[in-house]
T-cell receptor, first 112, second 112 residues
Framework: NAGVTQTPKFQVLKTGQSMTLQCAQD?????MYWYRQDPGMGLRLIYY???????DKGEVPNGYNVSRLNKREFSLRLESAAPSQTSVYFC???????????FGPGTRLTVL | AQSVSQHNHHVILSEAASLELGCNYS??????LFWYVQYPGQHLQLLLK??????LVKGIKGFEAEFIKSKFSFNLRKPSVQWSDTAEYFC??????????FGGGTRLMVKP
């Protein structure tokens, strides 16, 4: 039982490049989330998926797209990366027990 | 919109000192409250959670938090900190809108 996994762990992009961050969970959770973490701002929700086949915007969705590929996988795509998207990205899934969220190890993204 | 605020951005303590980190939330309805910890270079882990019942909640590693509804507060405490408690601590609140809102985080440094 690996929990929530994310790839890659680190990535450096140039402005304008695109990439997809992958997330998978093996806990059979319905809900999955993408957050970004910036110093002093805590975690801010980018997008979430309450169940397979649905996605919704969070607090900071601009510049991102998501795909809930199946119940296990939820990917985050940056179509044209900008320096403002330099951040640490965390994926999470929503457990069945009192709304506790389980987090992946994070992806540290730098956009030059 | 719901918000969560943490009053202290940085806290420095010596080992064996007592700890209290403040957290206030703005949502007036039923909330589920959490404290997460992020050790250097690691992902977020759940310290403790409150849903209902006894307002004094005990978590892992000797941490506890008290829910005071009249003050919209959920402060984290530990009677005697250790060097290994050096980490960033996040308060979070979940409401029925399917979103977990995080505070900005408090960086705790414990000096040996």
């Amino acid at each position: 039982n690996a929990g929530v996994t994310q790839t890659p762990k680190f990535q450096v992009l140039k402005t304008g490049q695109s990439m997809t961050l992958q997330c998978a969970q093996d806990m059979n959770h319905n809900s999955m989330y993408w957050y970004r973490q910036d110093p002093g701002m805590g975690l801010r929700l980018i997008y979430y998926s309450a169940s397979e086949g649905t996605t919704d915007k969070g607090e900071v969705p601009n510049g991102y797209n998501v795909s809930r590929l199946n119940k296990r996988e939820f990917s985050l795509r940056l179509e044209s990366a900008a320096p403002s998207q330099t951040s640490v990205y965390f994926c999470a899934s929503h457990g069945p027990n009192y709304n506790e969220q389980f987090f992946g190890p994070g992806t540290r993204l730098t956009v030059l | 919109a719901q918000s969560v605020s943490q009053h202290n951005h940085h806290v420095i303590l010596s080992e064996a000192a007592s700890l209290e980190l403040g957290c206030n939330y703005s949502y007036g309805g039923t909330v589920n409250l959490f404290w997460y910890v992020q050790y250097p270079g690691q992902h977020l882990q759940l310290l403790l959670k409150y849903f209902s019942g006894d307002p004094l909640v005990k978590g892992i590693k000797g941490f506890e938090a008290e829910f005071i509804k009249s003050k919209f507060s959920f402060n984290l405490r530990k009677p005697s900190v250790q060097w290994s408690d050096t980490a960033e601590y996040f308060c979070a609140a979940y409401n029925a809108g399917n979103m977990l809102t995080f505070g900005g985080g408090t960086r705790l440094m414990v000096k040996p």
